[in-house]
Nanobody, 123 residues
């Protein structure tokens, strides 16, 4: 059973920063792509960012490009999402997911999901 443990969400003012973490097993970390999605209420999950299994390729949605950075820490088997210059429209539950990532922006490419962490940005 693959487990993804997320942390780092919280409440921040607009313009502030947060860093989300997604910890997993060494095997999953080394073999799977990892992505972050976000969801507001009953709306469809929205792609945020993804990183290939090797870490060589990264992908971002247009709405976060230039503000968010996805990275991998090989010593800690953890993927991070550094979020800077946060805006109220970034408010959502953020989920990390792992899988093949052949189509990085599609949630269907990811088999395992974390429990989600709430990010709230006040104006």
């Amino acid at each position: 059973q693959v487990q993804l443990v997320e942390s780092g969400g919280g409440l921040v003012q607009a313009g502030g920063s947060l860093k989300l973490s997604c910890a997993t097993s060494r095997r999953t970390f080394s073999s799977d792509a990892t992505a972050w999605f976000r969801q507001v209420s009953e709306m469809e999950r929205e792609f945020v960012a993804a990183i290939s299994w090797s870490g060589a390729s990264t992908f971002y949605s247009d709405s976060v490009k230039g503000r968010f950075t996805i990275s991998k820490d090989y010593a800690k088997n953890t993927v991070y999402l550094q979020m800077n210059n946060l805006k109220p429209e970034d408010t959502a539950v953020y989920y990390c997911a792992t899988g093949s990532g052949r189509d990085p922006e599609s949630p269907h490419e990811y088999d395992h999901w974390g429990q989600g962490t709430q990010v709230t940005v006040s104006s």
